[in-house]
């Protein structure tokens, strides 16, 4: 079971952008289909976007779709969360998961996540 850990948080101006990094420990990086999720204060913990085993699926909640991007270096154990146009409403803690599985397809209930990063601060000021 891989370990994760995230890294690249802060804080920016809305209108900004940050790319958070995502690297797994462990050998088995690529059987794993990963996913960021992030919470805000007093609120649940949702999905924001998702990435298949092989990276040739995204997902991506229809709030962040066309702001965000998610990608993944195998050879790196490392998955990233590029994020542009940053708003107010995306402030919160980011957390990277990780589930390993057989198919090529992405997940997007946190429920299908075994691992999870202790999680990264996103800070976005007006």
């Known amino acids: 079971q891989v370990q994760l850990a995230e890294s690249g948080g802060g804080l920016v101006q809305a209108g900004g952008s940050l790319r958070l990094s995502c690297v797994a420990s462990?050998?088995?990086?690529?059987?794993?289909?990963m996913g960021w999720f992030r919470q805000a204060p007093g609120e649940d913990r949702e999905f924001v976007a998702g990435i298949s085993r092989s990276g040739a699926e995204t997902r991506y909640a229809d709030s962040v779709k066309d702001r965000f991007t998610i990608s993944r270096e195998n050879t790196k154990n490392t998955v990233y969360l590029e994020m542009n146009r940053l708003r107010l409403s995306d402030a919160g803690v980011y957390y990277c998961a990780a589930a390993p599985t057989i198919y090529d397809t992405v997940a997007i209930s946190n429920l299908a996540y075994l691992t999870w990063g202790q999680g990264a601060q996103v800070t976005v000021s007006s």
């Open positions: 462990g050998r088995t990086f690529e059987n794993h289909r």
